[in-house]
């Protein structure tokens, strides 16, 4: 909890009572990017999880120049939404830069031999709080919400 607040500083303003939070945005591309891709493989699916993976690497592989290094069922935002976590990686001498999901395959096509239907998919970065902005927990889990200052108690 208090590596969130690492970086963080505040001004009061005497008159008011109100304390305004400023914390530094850091724009770096991290080494292993995350993305979730929604409808890359269902719940229900009948193509299994695996074949799903290795036609959506193998499709990837020849749009883009980068290594898929891990692909696993998650859960996805507040609501839980079944996707895929893929974490992807950089290939030896590229110079990191940061993936737009239009990068990304929109389709895809899956199944067994002949019988490979299109998929359409969509993208969402990893989910943050949208109260501190941390990436440990969601919104739901936030303990800053309602937070006591003095002798009130003040919402976010």
Sequence with gaps: MFKTLEG??????????????????DERTPP?????????????????????????????KKALDVQILEMKPARHGDAGTYSVEIVLGFKEGTTPFVFEPSSLLKKFKTGRGNQKKTRWV??????????????????????????????RNRTC
């Design 8 to 25: 963080v500083r505040g001004a009061l303003d005497p008159k008011s009572g109100t304390l305004v939070l400023f914390r530094v945005w």
């Design 122 to 151: 969509e993208y969402r970065w990893p989910a943050k709080c949208r109260t501190c902005e941390f990436e440990a927990h969601l919104t739901s889990a936030c303990p800053w919400p309602n937070i006591e200052i003095g002798s």
């Design 32 to 60: 292993k990017p995350k993305v979730f891709a929604i409808r890359l493989h269902l719940e229900d699916d009948n193509v299994s999880f695996n074949v799903a993976v290795e036609d959506y690497h193998n499709q990837l």
